[in-house]
Each structure stands twice: as C-alpha cells, then as structure tokens.
C-alpha cells in the first residue's frame, strides 16, 4: 500500500473542511476542468473530419511481401494453411494482417489518448463464453496483439471488417457503409453513457441481458440465440468424447487428426505438461484447489485462428476423479504486431523484457468484463505461452454469412461492446469529450472504413495471384 500524503483540502461540507489525500495508485484529486473538456479541446488539433482519410503511405510493403515477412519464426510445414485460410476472401485477408493495418494506422491521425487496445479488433472476434459458473457473457475474445495504443486503431479495425464481411455476405454498398457508421456511433454513445456513470458502475455497465437493446440490435436476437444453444454445448467434455480415446492401462490419449490435430513426439509432451506447474504458480492462489483436482493425461498439437496458424498451439486433456475432462489450451504468444508501428507512430512503446504470455493475460482481463478463471501463462522451452480453457462454451456469429439487414445491428453490438473494453483504461470523458454528441466521427469512420476495404481487397488480389504463380504455396480447405 502507498504512504498516505496530505493533499489538497476538500471543499468544506457540513461537518467542516473536507481532507484529500495522494496516494499511491488512486487518483489524485481532479484538476478544475472535466475530462470532457479536454476531450472537445482535442477536436481542435484533430478535427474529427480527419479520421475519413486513407492513402497508402510512401514505402508500404506490397501486400505478398507483408504476408512473408509475418511468417518469420513460424512453423515453415504450417505457413500454406495460413496461406490458404488468408486467401479465401477479403475479410479473410484482414484477419491474418494486422501488422499490416498497424503499419497504415501509424501514418493516420490519433488524438492520443490510449487505451488498452484489443489490437485486432475485427467483426469475428468477438462472441460469447462460459463464465466461472456455466453462464454466458458476450465480449472481445481474442487478444494475441493486445497492447496499449490509440483506442482509434481498435475502431478503425472493426469498421473496416464490418464493411468487408457485408460485401462477403453479399449485403450492399449502402448496408456496408451503414454497419461501419452505426459501429463508430454505437461506440460514440455508449462512451458517452460510460463517462456519466460514476466510475463502478461504468466499469459493469451494459450487462450482457441488455446488450441487444442497448445496442438496438433487436434483428440480431435469433441468431445469437442459436448461437448460444451451440456454445452451451461446445465444451471439454464435448471435444474429449469426439478427439480422446481411452488406452488399455486406462488413460486417456488424444487422438490425431492431421493436419489440425496431431501428436507430439514424448519429450515435446513432457515439456508441455511440465510447464502447467509454473502456470498454476503463477494463478491466483484460490484456483490452485481446482487445478489439483485434475491429472494430465496427454498433449496434442492443435491448430488454431488465421493470423495464428504456424504458431505453437497445444492442447492438453486433463480428468478429475470423475473421470470429467478439462482442456487447456497453451499457445504460443509472440510480441504484438503492433509495436515497430506504434515506435514508427511516435506513441508510447511498452519497455523491452515483458514475458508475452503475462501481456496477453494482462490486457485481456483489463478489457473484459469477466476473464477465463483459469486464464494464465507459462514458458515452454524458453519460448513465452499463454494458458486458457479450450472450447470454454465458445460461440461466435459469423459476420460474413449473416443476412444483410442484420450486419448494422452487429455493427452496433461490437461498437458498443468496444467501447466499454476500452473504458476500462482510459477515460471514458475524454473520448466522449473528443466524440461529441453529433456524427461527424461516425461519418468519417465510414469513409475510412469504405477506403480501407478496398485496399484490403486489392491486397487479396496480390495474394491470390501469388498462390496462383506458385510464389506462395497454400493448402486450402483446412
């Protein structure tokens, strides 16, 4: 705990001079002045008209280049499955290129305050998940790339992939446009809801329950319904009855299904496993009862994602004294893809020496509402993991096969759900403040995000091609 310092005295109150007190890690108290003021002080150096604007910026790598330059460390038998996944459509392209969004992004215009960012904030990454009793939440659930950086980037990202997986989905130019626009102003209001609440109740805002009519989803309501009854049963119980077999001395081994699922030569197994030790050391000490509760019984190399495939990902089957499975899933973190762009943007670069594996744990549970109990990290053979449940109740909406007057609703759920992630680290005023209660950001976000769809599909173009030449060998299908 910080040492208690005298601060500036309180306005008197009934009982006399009110006191204040500095102290470490709360907040000083605030400055004459709201934080909605310096936001609208912000529009003058940034007007928000600037945010419509894109162009490639002088030396941007073509798009082949960028894909084999982000292949660098990974699993080489891997990389045509990457290859693959990232050429089956436009949308497809943007989910495996981050980096190379990052690298736009620093030359567009920021206001500067930051915020814990997701990183790669696209439509399919958000969804639903089991909570520590069973029940559904609904949030950001991918934070490979998660850094703090300009909560801009975030937006940009998704209202870019709004516009991509209508076009995907066959939904017009008007209805993309639309699901980028209302996204920008789903965020724009419900920052404002978050910066008039006090600070508690803005931190749980918008529960799950109320989220459609927060968002004036209501078109969305069946399909994340049936979204649902599939997360209730996908679970580890489900994918150890499908993918486990049990052996004749009575364990239980995982059973290998090339190329998404294989095994792992033992020694590759045992380091796995006996990683989970630091793991667990590294959990609150109130879940070590549970994870004592279960045995591994094996490790399987599983892979994962797009912008993932070629990284190391394992999955690891644990039983308890039921014999009922739980499935961990360790997978490899690698510095976010954001950094060398935010240095080249002249924004804050988090210091040299961070175990990657702590970064993604840490950023995810400083953005959502309610995290994976048992979400950690650990180190195996020097190489930096984080630790999650696998097949946690997950669903997701596919953004590029909804029906298109549904994409502005899911454009307005996935604005609001980011805005209240980034809530969590920075001021929601300020943002509020910089936003305003007109919309122009809106509009201008959907000028970018029309600007930057395009882009991306000329960038698929190139990668197509260099599949067809042979330059870039891809497996598709997987």
């Not at 102003?185 to 749980?204: E, F, V």
């Not at 045992?270 to 667990?280: D, E, Q």
Request: hydrophobic fraction near 40%; glycine fraction near 10%; charged fraction near 25%.
């Amino acid at each position: 705990m910080g040492v208690l310092q005298p601060g500036r005295p309180g306005r008197p109150g009934r009982h006399g001079a009110g006191r204040g007190f500095a102290v470490d890690g709360f907040a000083p108290r605030p400055p004459d002045g709201s934080a909605r003021a310096e936001g609208r002080a912000l529009r003058k150096r940034v007007p928000r008209r600037r945010h419509a604007g894109f162009a490639p910026a002088a030396g941007r790598p073509d798009a082949v280049r960028a894909v084999e330059e982000s292949n660098a460390g990974r699993l080489e038998h891997l990389v045509p499955i990457r290859t693959g996944r990232m050429a089956a459509s436009p949308f497809a392209f943007l989910r495996g290129s981050a980096g190379l969004m990052a690298a736009d992004l620093a030359a567009t215009p920021v206001t500067g305050i930051t915020a814990q960012l997701c990183g790669d904030a696209h439509a399919g990454n958000f969804g639903l998940y089991g909570d520590a009793r069973g029940a559904l939440v609904i949030d950001i659930n991918d934070f490979d790339e998660t850094v703090p950086g300009p909560w801009e980037w975030d937006l940009k990202r998704l209202a870019a992939s709004l516009v991509l997986a209508g076009r995907e989905c066959g939904a017009s130019e008007d209805a993309c446009r639309t699901a980028a626009r209302d996204a920008a102003g789903a965020y724009r209001r419900t920052m404002r809801l978050l910066a008039g609440l006090s600070a508690m109740d803005a931190w749980n805002a918008i529960a799950d329950e109320s989220l459609v009519s927060h968002a004036d989803a209501h078109d969305l309501a069946g399909t994340l319904e049936r979204v649902a009854v599939k997360a209730q049963r996908n679970t580890s119980a489900r994918f150890a009855a499908r993918s486990a077999r049990r052996t004749a001395d009575g364990r239980w081994r995982l059973t290998a299904a090339p190329p998404v699922l294989s095994e792992v030569p033992d020694a590759e197994a045992a380091a796995v496993a006996g990683s989970l030790a630091a793991y667990a050391a590294a959990l609150a000490p109130d879940r070590h009862p549970l994870l004592a509760r279960h045995t591994v019984q094996d490790v399987a190399f599983r892979v994962v994602g797009t912008g993932s495939v070629g990284t190391r990902s394992y999955v690891v089957l644990l039983t308890d004294h039921r014999d009922e499975p739980l499935v961990l899933q360790v997978k490899e973190a690698r510095p976010s893809v954001l950094l060398p762009h935010l240095e080249r943007a002249g924004l804050p670069v988090p210091g040299p020496g961070e175990h990657e594996g702590r970064r993604v744990v840490l950023g995810q549970k400083r953005m959502q509402v309610v995290s994976d109990v048992l979400l950690g990290w650990t180190t195996v053979e020097g190489r930096p993991y984080q630790v999650r449940q696998f097949r946690n109740r997950k669903g997701s909406v596919d953004p590029g096969a909804l029906p298109a007057d549904q994409l502005d609703d899911y454009g307005r759920m996935t604005g609001a759900l980011l805005a209240r992630a980034h809530a969590h680290t920075a001021d929601p005023g300020a943002i509020a403040g910089y936003c305003g209660r007109g919309e122009v950001l809106d509009e201008a976000v959907a000028a970018f995000a029309v600007a930057y769809a395009d882009r991306t599909e000329a960038d698929h173009a190139d990668l197509a091609a260099a599949v067809r030449t042979g330059r870039l060998p891809a497996e598709t299908g997987v």
